[in-house]
């Protein structure tokens, strides 16, 4: 009886669903060819984008300038890298101990072992970014671009060390044995923690509320834009049909996350791992094709790095994309990863601060390079016959100079990368939403969510591109200054860790309470 | 007077003091501690959990978690052998279910729960309670 009451629940939202992606596609459908769907909801776009434009990219130092929001990331990754004394080398052996279980202990609490907890926020991170995103800022500032996205990745291993740290440190075990954590826990808790309550809950509500919001841009709309840019390049029959790629994605998402079927979620976690293999393969096999090049592609990354002359904006012009397309890739100080890492089994916060540190290094120091090695190496880039061509379909351009069907695998690759991304996403402004609104009115949040898929899908990239920046970066203004004002405790934590560990009694005690498990 | 009396009352918990409150309420409408029922529901996980995407913790898991650790409240407030249900679902819906099931004389629950935003309006889990439930609901102030 209970059963089946739940089964009719989860149909009603099917239909409803149904009922909100009709009236869309006739109305997609009606108005797509004469252009006039994408029109209106430009405008609206333009016009929410200027706003936040102009409270958070005022520049410094002119029309060129940086803008504050980047100054803000740039200096709060290297404020963690200096004050935690470069843990992102120091802590990067141990990481990988970590990670193969080494310390596992299964009577710690928790959900998830270090491992399943590190790929489910990389689930988060690998996404078509990593195809499309590295295209873009080589577009816009040149190959140095993708150094400075290099160093970017690098500085932000640590800063991403920090909010996990602190996600795991301030997170709750709920009665029902699931965790909650992540950054609106640890400003409202850890800053009140340090007699700071009244900010710390400021703060945490400051950032749901700009989590709901970028959850709609950058895991979202810039997900399901880039995949229909990836799909549509291999298969011309989409080319005109936006609104029908719309669809299926929508559906596709909205069966898993309203209509609870997890086995397309479950299936989708399986596939991309593969196609991150499948991608990472082609990448070196590109290399070896065009093997001698390799030492000059590295050469022109390196020297535009520090003389892009094609810029605007020239040398800083260059960091300010490298690092703006790193920390959009890899979420170092956005907090968004400290969600899926507070889950991870164990009573030390610090050592799955260390393991976190490794996902600027995979996302971005390791496959973000490979994609710019590979454009850089194919010159697609440069060719003014292919000067139209931008994110995902620069990339797709790139790969089939060597491998012609290549496009295709990319085309799956990036449905499948937009739909787990997009499906974690929901997950994070899920979370937020329901911190603001309660739990009662999230499925008014997960409808809204579709809707802004399906828009992201009909409407242009450089203003989905726009909002998604601007809203993911405004998340880093609540979460970094929580961070800084919790540093001290931070430094507490891993020093007091580090001593610990380099004693060797870290190992003993994971041996001495395995043993009677063993029996 | 004890025909007046009630022999089944559900109170819906959701882990806050006002809900605990609200059993002390219920009490003085029944003979025994016996006739008070209370359930708790639980949200679905969502598919990127990372419990969820790596299957670490089901949802009979999460149901015996919740006995356990409200049988051990229950116990420390002066409640014991009060029958508790754990569903998994939408609240409303669930309680309104529960409440069919076992026959309920009279729900009794707080106007908000755990997360009071707005005083003003009655909160949407009592509200589809009081305009859905098959019996009367006592709304507490």
């Given at each position: 009886?209970?059963?089946?009451?739940?089964?009719?629940?989860?149909?009603?939202?099917?239909?409803?669903?149904?009922?909100?992606?009709?009236?869309?596609?006739?109305?997609?459908?009606?108005?797509?060819?004469?252009?006039?769907?994408?029109?209106?909801?430009?405008?609206i776009?333009?016009?929410?984008?200027?706003?936040?434009?102009l409270?958070?990219?005022?520049?410094?130092?002119?029309e060129?300038?940086?803008?504050?929001?980047?100054?803000?990331?740039?200096?709060g990754?290297?404020?963690?890298?200096?004050?935690?004394?470069?843990?992102?080398i120091r802590?990067?052996k141990h990481?990988?101990?970590v990670?193969?279980?080494?310390?596992?202990?299964?009577?710690?609490?928790?959900?998830?072992?270090?491992?399943?907890?590190?790929a489910?926020?990389?689930?988060?991170?690998?996404?078509i970014?990593?195809?499309?995103?590295?295209?873009?800022?080589?577009r816009?500032?040149?190959p140095?671009a993708a150094f400075w996205m290099?160093?970017?990745?690098?500085?932000?291993?640590?800063?991403?060390?920090?909010?996990?740290?602190?996600?795991?440190?301030?997170?709750?075990i709920k009665?029902?044995?699931?965790?909650?954590?992540?950054?609106?826990?640890?400003?409202?808790r850890g800053l009140?923690?340090?007699?700071?309550?009244?900010?710390?809950?400021?703060?945490?509500?400051?950032?749901?509320?700009?989590?709901?919001i970028?959850?709609l841009?950058?895991?979202?709309?810039?997900?399901?834009n880039?995949?229909y840019a990836?799909?549509?390049?291999?298969?011309?029959?989409?080319?005109?049909?936006?609104?029908?790629?719309?669809?299926?994605?929508v559906?596709?998402?909205?069966?898993v996350?309203?209509?609870?079927?997890?086995r397309?979620?479950?299936?989708a976690?399986?596939?991309?791992?593969?196609?991150?293999?499948?991608?990472?393969?082609?990448c070196?096999?590109?290399?070896?094709?065009?093997?001698?090049?390799?030492?000059?592609?590295i050469g022109?990354?390196?020297?535009s790095?520090?003389?892009?002359?094609?810029i605007?904006?020239?040398?800083?012009g260059?960091i300010v994309i490298g690092?703006?397309r790193?920390?959009?890739?890899?979420?170092?100080g956005?907090?968004?990863?400290?969600?899926?890492?507070?889950?991870?089994r164990?009573d030390?916060?610090?050592?799955?601060?260390i393991?976190?540190?490794l996902?600027?290094?995979?996302?971005?120091?390791?496959?973000?390079?490979?994609?710019?090695?590979?454009?850089?190496?194919?010159?697609?880039?440069?060719?003014?016959?292919?000067?139209?061509?931008d994110g995902a379909?620069?990339?797709?351009?790139?790969?089939?100079?060597?491998?012609s069907?290549?496009?295709?695998v990319i085309?799956?690759?990036?449905?499948l990368?937009?739909?787990?991304?997009?499906?974690?996403?929901s997950?994070?402004?899920?979370?937020a939403?329901?911190?603001i609104?309660?739990?009662?009115?999230i499925?008014?949040y997960?409808v809204?969510?579709?809707?802004?898929?399906?828009?992201?899908?009909?409407?242009?990239?450089?203003l989905v591109?726009?909002?998604?920046?601007?809203?993911?970066?405004?998340?880093s203004?609540?979460?970094?200054?929580?961070?800084?004002?919790?540093s001290?405790?931070?430094?507490?934590e891993l020093?007091?860790?580090?001593?610990?560990?380099n004693?060797?009694?870290?190992?003993?005690?994971?041996a001495?309470?395995?043993?009677?498990?063993?029996? | 007077?004890?025909?007046?009396?009630?022999?089944?009352?559900?109170?819906?918990?959701?882990?806050?003091?006002?809900?605990?409150e609200?059993?002390?309420?219920?009490?003085?409408?029944?003979?025994?501690?016996?006739s008070?029922?209370?359930?708790?529901?639980l949200?679905?996980l969502?598919p990127?959990?990372?419990?969820?995407?790596?299957?670490?913790?089901?949802?009979?898991?999460r149901q015996?978690?919740?006995?356990?650790?409200?049988?051990?409240k229950?116990?420390?407030?002066?409640?014991?052998?009060?029958?508790i249900?754990?569903?998994?679902?939408?609240?409303?819906?669930?309680?309104?279910?529960y409440?069919?099931?076992?026959?309920?004389?009279?729900i009794?629950?707080?106007?908000?729960?755990?997360?009071a935003?707005?005083?003003?309006?009655?909160?949407?889990?009592?509200?589809?309670?009081?305009?859905?439930?098959?019996?009367p609901?006592?709304?507490?102030?």
């Open positions: 009886m209970k059963q089946k009451s739940f089964r009719l629940q989860n149909k009603s939202w099917l239909a409803a669903l149904f009922l909100i992606l009709i009236p869309t596609a006739a109305l997609a459908q009606a108005e797509a060819d004469s252009g006039k769907l994408a029109g209106p909801l430009e405008t776009f333009q016009q929410i984008i200027d706003i936040l434009n409270l958070l990219y005022s520049k410094i130092g002119g060129n300038g940086m803008p504050l929001i980047v100054l803000w990331l740039i200096v990754a290297l404020f963690f890298t200096l004050r935690m004394k470069f843990i992102n802590g990067f990481a990988i101990d990670v193969r279980g080494k310390y596992d202990d299964p009577e710690d609490e928790g959900d998830v072992s270090h491992f399943q907890a590190l489910a926020a990389l689930s988060g991170t690998v996404g970014g990593n195809i499309a995103g590295v295209a873009i800022a080589i816009l500032g040149g140095g290099t160093v970017a990745g690098f500085l932000g291993m640590s800063s991403k060390f920090a909010e996990c740290t602190l996600g795991q440190k301030y997170r709750i009665p029902d044995g699931t965790v909650g954590g992540g950054p609106m826990y640890y400003l409202s009140s923690s340090i007699g700071m309550g009244g900010l710390g809950k400021g703060l945490a509500i400051i950032y749901a509320a700009f989590c709901a970028a959850t841009g950058a895991g979202n709309m810039f997900q399901a880039q995949a990836a799909v549509s390049n291999a298969l011309p029959f989409f080319s005109n049909l936006s609104w029908l790629f719309g669809i299926i994605l559906l596709v998402v909205g069966l996350i309203l209509g609870g079927i997890e397309i979620g479950a299936v976690g399986i596939l991309v791992p593969v196609m991150a293999v499948v991608y990472t393969i082609a070196v096999w590109v290399m070896l094709v065009k093997f001698t090049s390799i030492p000059g592609a022109t990354i390196v020297s790095a520090f003389n892009p002359q094609a605007a904006g020239g040398l800083l260059a690092f703006q790193a920390v959009f890739s890899n979420e170092a956005i907090g968004s990863a400290a969600i899926a890492h507070s889950a991870a164990t030390e916060p610090v050592r799955e601060g393991v976190a540190l996902e600027p290094f995979i996302d971005t120091m390791f496959i973000c390079n490979m994609t710019a090695i590979v454009i850089v190496l194919t010159g697609v880039y440069a060719d003014p016959a292919s000067a139209e061509l379909k620069l990339s797709a351009a790139s790969f089939e100079t060597i491998i069907w290549f496009p295709y085309a799956i690759a990036g449905f990368f937009a739909v787990s991304t997009m499906i974690t996403w997950y994070y402004g899920q979370l939403w329901a911190y609104f309660g739990d009662a009115t499925n008014i997960k809204i969510f579709l809707v802004c898929g399906f828009i992201g899908t009909v409407i242009n990239l450089d591109l726009e909002f998604s920046d601007i809203s993911l970066l405004a998340m203004l609540p979460n970094l200054l929580g961070c800084f004002l919790l001290g405790v931070i430094a507490r020093n007091s860790y580090m001593t610990r560990l004693s060797g009694e870290m190992l003993a005690n994971v001495e309470t395995r043993e009677p498990v063993l029996k | 007077m004890s025909c007046l009396k009630k022999k089944s009352v559900l109170i819906p918990i959701d882990f806050s003091e006002p809900s605990y609200a059993i002390a309420i219920a009490k003085e409408y029944v003979e025994d501690i016996s008070l029922k209370l359930i708790h529901v949200a679905p969502h990127a959990d990372p419990a969820a995407m790596w299957d670490t913790l089901n949802n009979e898991d015996q978690k919740v006995q356990e650790f409200l049988h051990s229950l116990d420390e407030l002066g409640y014991k052998g009060v029958e249900k754990v569903t998994i679902g939408k609240p409303g819906t669930e309680i309104i279910d409440a069919k099931e076992i026959d309920a004389d009279l009794v629950l707080p106007s908000h729960g755990r997360k935003m707005s005083h003003f309006l009655l909160g949407s889990v009592a509200e589809r309670v009081v305009r859905l439930s098959h019996c609901v006592l709304v507490l102030k």
